[in-house]
């Protein structure tokens, strides 16, 4: 039966590519294997930059998007003899869902006029993917729902909904990645799926911790928990219309960059590094937490993914704030943090394969249920 899919991932954080090998065919979902590609110094440098304006960039961003193809497509090479070890043969996997690199996300310029619509963008180069790898590749997820009317993400909640969903009790799910997001899930049958962006997630906790430390992620979140909070500079964080904006909403690096950061700190240049950190991470903690006070107050249990569900500080605060809520890390449901979105791709894919809707129209805001992606055969 050929019911086996590759899910690929590289999210906002830019860590890397994190890829999952996934067999739909039983009742529940089973990660027939797992591997990761760590982006190089270079590339993740190159990405960030990609992410604004610059000299020479149509090149730049088609290079890059060639350099990622080649990264996702040894992602793939690990899964298949990791398949090929438990007598998966590569000709039962279905397609590859690759999502591509955000460098661009404008989803809310949509309006009725096409003239008018927004748009997100993934560097990707699905057509070299199916080359190098020999696989069909399901590619450009959001634009559908983009063009649609919707947001173009979160696209995970669907998927979240299958995985962690319960039949008698609300679950929150939320993804801990560069940015944040969270999805509600009620009762099977009983109201609809909520998700939306939350804000930022680790991506501004990541280049400060690099700035100071030289370290690309603060480990546990160990230098952040050594630190005391700036009341002053959260409320300057948070005081963004971002945060009291009702869903459908989603935001990216387009907001929360390194150059909104540095605005913010302006005011507040004499403090401790480690003092700043714990208040981006309070800054990160601090929506989620009203997300899941608001939407999800049935809720008692905070399902954690991505890789802010290593941040023990993260998770600790996340569980202060929401006493009444089990917070707890997607490990304990069956799916390691970093495997979750890769396997949402999975999912995915294999949704456009069969012709079926990908997006909840609830969550993202589109017009309806579409198909989502295009497929470029091997
Ligand atoms: N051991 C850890 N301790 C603290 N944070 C971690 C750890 N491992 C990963 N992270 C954080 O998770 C991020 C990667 O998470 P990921 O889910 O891949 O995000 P994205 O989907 O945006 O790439 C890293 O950039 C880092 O901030
Ligand atoms: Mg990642």
Redesign the pocket.
């Known amino acids: 039966m050929r019911n086996h899919y590759i899910g690929l991932?590289?999210?906002?954080?830019?860590?890397?590519a994190?890829g999952v090998l996934v067999d739909f065919s039983g009742d529940t979902l089973r990660v027939v294997a797992s591997a990761t590609e760590a982006f190089p110094a270079a590339f993740r440098a190159e990405l960030l930059a990609l992410n604004t304006s610059g000299p020479d960039e149509l090149h730049r961003a088609a290079m890059a998007a060639n350099q990622l193809a080649v990264l996702y497509a040894r992602v793939v090479l690990s899964l298949v003899q990791q398949g090929a070890t438990q007598g998966i043969a590569a000709d039962r996997i279905t397609a590859i869902g690759a999502h591509g690199q955000t460098v661009r996300h404008q989803p809310s310029l949509t309006s009725a006029t096409a003239s008018k619509a927004g748009y997100t963008l993934q560097l990707n180069n699905p057509a070299l993917l199916a080359e190098l790898t020999g696989l069909d590749v399901v590619a450009d997820f959001r634009s559908r729902d983009v063009a649609a009317g919707g947001q173009g993400a979160p696209l995970a909640p669907a998927f979240h909904q299958g995985v962690f969903g319960q039949a008698d009790a609300t679950v929150c799910v939320l993804?801990?990645?560069?940015?944040s997001n969270l999805s509600v899930l009620p009762p099977a049958g009983q109201g609809l799926v909520l998700g939306f962006d939350c804000g930022a997630?680790?991506?501004l906790?990541?280049a400060w911790c690099q700035r100071h430390t030289g370290a690309?992620?603060?480990?546990?979140?160990a230098w952040a928990a050594s630190g005391r909070l700036l009341p002053g500079l959260l409320a300057s964080l948070l005081d963004d219309a971002y945060f009291a904006l009702p869903p459908p909403k989603s935001t990216g690096r387009d907001l929360f960059s390194l150059a909104w950061l540095e605005g913010k700190l302006a005011a507040f240049s004499g403090e401790r590094p480690e003092d700043i950190q714990n208040t981006l991470a309070e800054f990160t903690v601090s929506p989620c937490v009203a997300a899941v006070s608001s939407y999800g107050k049935d809720s008692k249990r905070l399902v954690v993914?991505?890789?802010?569900a290593?941040?023990q500080h993260l998770m600790a605060r996340l569980q202060a704030g929401l006493p009444l809520c089990r917070v707890e890390s997607s490990d304990l449901h069956g799916l390691p943090?970093?495997q979750v979105?890769a396997a949402a791709f999975a999912w995915l894919a294999r949704q456009t394969m069969q012709r079926l809707p990908g997006n909840l129209p609830g969550v993202t805001g589109a017009a309806g249920p579409r198909v989502l992606g295009a497929i470029y055969p091997a």
Request: negative net charge.
């Open positions: 991932m590289s999210g906002t954080s830019l860590d890397g994190d993804n801990l990645g560069g940015i997630g680790n991506a906790m990541d690309a992620f603060d480990a546990s979140g993914c991505g890789g802010g290593f941040n943090p970093l979105e």
